[in-house]
C-alpha cells in the first residue's frame, strides 16, 4: 500500500490487518481511529486537525508498509 494525502484513514488501517500501523498514528496525537472521522477523513484532513505535519506522518506510513512486504 502508498499512502498519499488523500488516503482515507479507514483505508489505512483495512490494509493492515496485523495493526502495525496503528502506534504510528497514536504516536502523533491521532487517539480516534475507530471513530466516524476516520472512515472518511484522510490522511492530509487528520493532519490538519492534529496538528500533525501530513509529510512526515506519510513518510512514516509508507516506510511501514515498504518494510512489511
Do not use: S
Request: aromatic share 4%; net charge negative.
Amino acid at each position: 500500500m502508498t499512502v498519499q494525502r488523500d488516503t482515507i484513514i479507514a483505508q489505512i488501517l483495512q490494509n493492515d490487518p496485523e495493526q502495525g500501523c496503528v502506534p504510528i498514528f497514536l504516536a502523533t496525537g491521532m487517539h480516534c481511529l475507530g471513530c466516524m472521522a476516520a472512515h472518511g477523513e484522510t490522511v492530509e484532513e487528520a493532519c490538519a486537525v492534529h496538528g500533525v505535519d501530513a509529510d512526515a506522518l506519510i513518510a512514516q506510513l509508507n516506510d511501514y508498509f515498504a518494510n512489511k512486504q
